[in-house]
């Protein structure tokens, strides 16, 4: 099994950055794949990116492709988000997610959910 905790979410100016971070417990965080998710209030759930157990492969939503960078460290057990030039459409709850495949996109296929970390953009 498979803790995970978010953090690094904040309110952001139209145009900056944030990283955010998400901490796994448990010793087998290396042989899953990673994803971020976000909802914004009165949204569904949206894929945002996702990354293999090795970091080899990643994936990304169009809305997100060359403003944001996922990445991971395993020996950290922590999975990164950086994102720049961040709009107000970016506002939303942001969730990690682990699961066995990097290529899958829809939240019922990720097994294990962090409580989410708050992304404000103000335009």
């Known amino acids: 099994q498979v803790q995970l905790v978010e953090s690094g979410g904040g309110l952001v100016q139209a145009g900056g950055s944030l990283r955010l971070s998400c901490a796994a417990s448990?010793?087998?965080?290396?042989?899953?794949?990673m994803g971020w998710f976000r909802q914004a209030p009165g949204k569904e759930r949206e894929f945002v990116t996702s990354?293999?157990?090795?970091?080899?492969?990643?994936y990304y939503a169009d809305s997100v492709k060359g403003r944001f960078t996922i990445s991971r460290d395993n020996a950290k057990n922590t999975v990164y988000l950086q994102m720049n030039s961040l709009k107000s459409e970016d506002t939303a709850v942001y969730y990690c997610?682990?699961?066995?495949?990097?290529?899958?996109?829809?939240?019922?296929?990720?097994?294990?959910w962090g409580q989410g970390t708050q992304v404000t953009v103000s335009s």
């Open positions: 997610a682990a699961g066995k495949f990097e290529n899958l996109r829809r939240p019922s296929n990720y097994d294990y």
């Open positions: 448990g010793r087998t965080f290396s042989s899953y794949a």
């Open positions: 990354i293999s157990w090795n970091g080899g492969m990643t």
